[in-house]
């Protein structure tokens, strides 16, 4: 069999990321990137980028816990290395508060993180309002550089990019032996997944470079997240909203929330409005399926359906799609091989 040709669809950071993954591990490989939008006009650049995990139902807590310690140690060499400014990846420490305290006062992903600790009663005199609070150091990933970051190093094994719109996946079969879904939200359409549904999220970037460590509301909707540049602040989640227009009462709605956690952002200035839409479903979409029409076959791997916590898993949900293609790929070279027998 030639070198297998697979096609990914999607460069949001689930797609670039799969695409890299694939390109490391399977280097006979040769790996395409089709897109209809690229940064920075992803849902992957509204994003705040924070490592902090958020739950999938539908997903066990080993597997997500996996996943996310995967991501945590791929982005923590990036940013103990001299590419961590370009590719936008620092180490932020801060607090996640809450009103009352939650059933689950270690979540998770709570040795993961670094140096994860109840907080003090003098630390929580910051926070009148809240009763229990969380301290610990996590990843901040600014997430157009990084996108920009992972289209070069995918320029640079040999993986090409084209602005392609792919209505229906077997479009591709005759051109590709693998084809791998990361269409995000896209996917709804793409495959017709109705478990799969827009949250859309408003966020504010300012520029308040006095504000140096994140603060996260423990009900996960209002957050203050510095970045290197521009400090992200949100947000909402608005379940099966489509809209991408802003929206003015929204902007003063974050606003306020997040002056109430952190007065001094009433200084701020520059403030920039961003809408993107979470690709959301009770679980990721991360499994092999394989397509046919008159007796012909074309594997599929998918790997959507994100939601908010697509930045949290993407390494490691991106490792095991590439497992996943490698394994399509053993299949076709045994069938190709048995084939010539």
Not at 36 to 64: C, F, K, R, W
Not at 238 to 263: H, M, N, Q, V, Y
Not at 295 to 321: I, W
Request: glycine share 10%; charged share 20%; net charge positive.
């Amino acid at each position: 069999m030639a070198a297998p040709k697979v096609a990914v669809v999607g460069a949001g950071v689930i797609g670039l990321s799969t695409a890299l993954c694939i390109a490391e591990t399977c280097p006979s490989c040769s790996v395409t990137v089709l897109s209809e939008q690229s940064s920075p006009n992803t849902t992957s650049d509204v994003a705040a980028g924070m490592l902090i995990p958020h739950t999938y139902p539908g997903t066990p807590i080993h597997v997500q816990k996996q996943w996310f310690k995967e991501t945590f140690a791929y982005l923590f060499a990036i940013s103990n290395s001299a590419e961590a400014s370009e590719a936008g990846i620092h180490l932020v420490s801060g607090w996640q508060v809450f009103k009352n305290t939650p059933k689950e006062e270690l979540p998770f992903w709570s040795d993961v993180v670094l140096g994860f600790r109840p907080m003090s009663k003098a630390e929580l005199q910051k926070f009148p309002q809240h009763r229990f609070g969380q301290a610990f150091t996590t990843l901040k990933c600014d997430c157009p550089p990084y996108l920009l970051w992972l289209e070069k190093r995918l320029k640079a094994t040999g993986v090409q990019m084209y602005t392609r719109k792919v209505a229906d996946l077997w479009e591709l079969h005759s051109e590709y032996n693998v084809v791998v879904n990361c269409a995000g939200i896209g996917a709804r359409q793409l495959v017709g997944d109705e478990k799969l549904f827009p949250i859309r999220g408003q966020v504010l970037k300012v520029h308040a470079p006095w504000v140096k460590n994140f603060i996260r509301d423990g009900d996960g909707l209002t957050y203050i997240y510095p970045g290197i540049h521009r400090v992200t602040l949100g947000g909402t989640r608005e379940k099966e909203s489509w809209s991408l227009s802003p929206d003015a009462g929204t902007t003063k709605d974050i606003f306020d929330r997040c002056c109430a956690l952190e007065p001094s952002l009433r200084g701020a200035r520059d403030i920039e409005v961003k809408v993107g839409l979470r690709p959301s479903r009770q679980c990721v979409r991360l499994q092999r399926e394989v397509l046919s029409q008159g007796g012909v076959q074309l594997p599929v791997v998918h790997n959507y359906g994100h939601g908010a916590g697509g930045f949290s898993v993407h390494r490691g949900t991106a490792k095991e799609a590439a497992r996943l293609v490698g394994e399509c790929i053993a299949a076709l070279q045994g069938s190709s091989s048995r084939a010539k027998l």
